[in-house]
């Protein structure tokens, strides 16, 4: 505003002094203007390249750190540092490129500043020397002119910096920017389960078009029984369950929990009250009791200790220096395996959900600790409906009703008795896992 608003007095002043100095700042102010809009677009755009291939050489240095136990494994250091090179040189190279431009902004605004100087000097010693221009216009012409120079310097660079600037955060926010896949209806109520039974109605879904994981599937779970899910991996018995939890939406069909359409509720809603043990457990860089706690934050430190006890994963903690206010690293690094299990499964146990998903909750534990677990489970799952994926089908002897799973259909169900007496697809599991290896 300074700027524009210094520009126009200007302008009005040359005007009334000698309208020809007017026409020429006019004129230079138009090209000079232009040349750094066109520098802007061109510069915004190479400053983006720039940020993007600075954020791949970040996330290629980020997956070698985190890697880096395969990398002392295989000693793999001369091969990683070559493949960073390749990242690094081309993030520099693309900087220098941006670099250069800049600097050459730098010298196309100093010649267009030294071409208006030259000629505003050279139109007034002109006309001084022929008698149209007095000594009080050779003053004022020159000084304004000076003082056009300097401002419009000084914001064709600041624009520049912007160019650089908007570059890199347009990077900064391609993901942030980009609209969700899944998102609640405005009108989306709170999932209300009173029972817990869960219905699938001629669910379609694919990740991949073409690739369909399951085709029309149908099938109903009632209220409070315990469901075991098996088949190989790559069956469908984990997307199964993250349709339940709406990570993703089928592309046909409709699943309903107490014949509520999940996709017309809060996704909220319906998460808080589903408790899901995962195979491999994520744990905030926080305490043991806030990570314990955050199945359910209003609980008092009592409730989680009760908890940790049921999990059996407080013994573990008490022998810690901090106890409950240890910090667990991040991801939960400065525990093991079977540790950070202990403490999903004591989440879990926190949150008192009316459904519990199980997704091999015990694979990481020893036997002695599994059969433990196993009874505080079997409490657990009293009043509320129960999905258990598990390759070891011994654990899943206490389920009502078996699902088994084949290239996304439910080829068999039914109990574990029933279904070995079949001598189907599920005994031919059993069968090869009880001689010892697996099946083909």
């Not at 000693?75 to 050459?104: C, F, H, P, V």
């Not at 779970?221 to 997307?239: E, N, Q, R």
């Not at 009760?306 to 690094?333: M, N, P, T, W």
């Not at 599994?370 to 129960?386: A, V």
Request: with cysteine; net charge neutral; charged share 20%.
């Amino acid at each position: 505003m300074p700027a524009t608003t210094g520009v126009v007095m200007v302008l009005i002043m040359m005007w009334a002094t000698k309208p020809i100095f007017a026409v020429v700042v006019l004129i230079w102010l138009v090209l000079h203007m232009s040349f750094t809009a066109i520098f802007m677009r061109y510069g915004n755009h190479l400053w983006e390249v720039q940020s993007e291939a600075g954020s791949v050489l970040s996330g290629k240095i980020v997956d070698v750190l985190t890697n880096m136990l395969n990398v002392r494994l295989f000693a793999r250091g001369n091969y990683e540092m070559e493949y960073l090179k390749t990242y690094q040189a081309d993030e520099i190279k693309k900087s220098q490129k941006a670099q250069w431009a800049i600097e050459l902004v730098r010298i196309g605004l100093g010649i267009s500043g030294l071409f208006l100087i030259f000629s505003m000097m050279f139109l007034l010693i002109y006309g001084y020397a022929h008698h149209w221009v007095t000594l009080g216009d050779f003053t004022q012409v020159s000084m304004q002119s000076f003082w056009i120079l300097g401002w419009i310097w000084f914001l064709s660079y600041q624009v520049s910096m912007f160019a650089r600037e908007m570059g890199v955060v347009k990077n900064a926010l391609t993901l942030i920017i980009q609209p969700h896949s899944i998102i609640d209806h405005p009108q989306a109520k709170p999932l209300q389960i009173n029972h817990g039974k869960i219905r699938f109605d001629h669910v379609t879904f694919a990740y991949q078009k073409d690739q369909s994981i399951f085709n029309d599937l149908q099938v109903e779970i009632l209220p409070g029984k315990k469901i075991g899910l098996v088949g190989f991996s790559g069956s469908g018995k984990s997307t199964f369950v993250n349709l339940i939890l709406r990570f993703y939406e089928p592309q046909q069909g409709s699943i309903f929990i107490d014949e509520q359409n999940i996709a017309d509720v809060a996704q909220d809603s319906l998460r808080a009250q589903i408790a899901m043990i995962p195979q491999d457990p994520m744990l905030f860089h926080r305490s043991l009791m806030e990570n314990i706690r955050y199945g359910r934050l209003e609980a008092s430190d009592e409730e989680v200790i009760e908890a940790s006890k049921l999990a059996h994963c407080h013994e573990f903690i008490e022998q810690l220096d901090e106890k409950y206010a240890a910090l667990v690293g991040e991801r939960g690094v400065k525990l093991s395996g079977g540790q950070r299990q202990r403490i999903a499964i004591a989440r879990a146990i926190l949150k008192k959900a009316p459904i519990l998903i199980l997704d091999e909750a015990t694979s990481a534990l020893d036997s002695v600790t599994e059969k433990l677990i196993q009874q505080s489970l079997q409490h657990l799952m009293k009043n509320c409906t129960t999905l258990v994926i598990a390759h070891r089908l011994s654990t899943l002897s206490n389920m009502d009703e078996l699902l088994v799973f084949d290239q996304g259909k439910i080829i068999e169900c039914g109990t574990q008795a029933k279904l070995l007496a079949a001598n189907g697809h599920f005994a031919h599991l059993w069968k090869m896992q009880a001689d010892g290896f697996l099946p083909e």
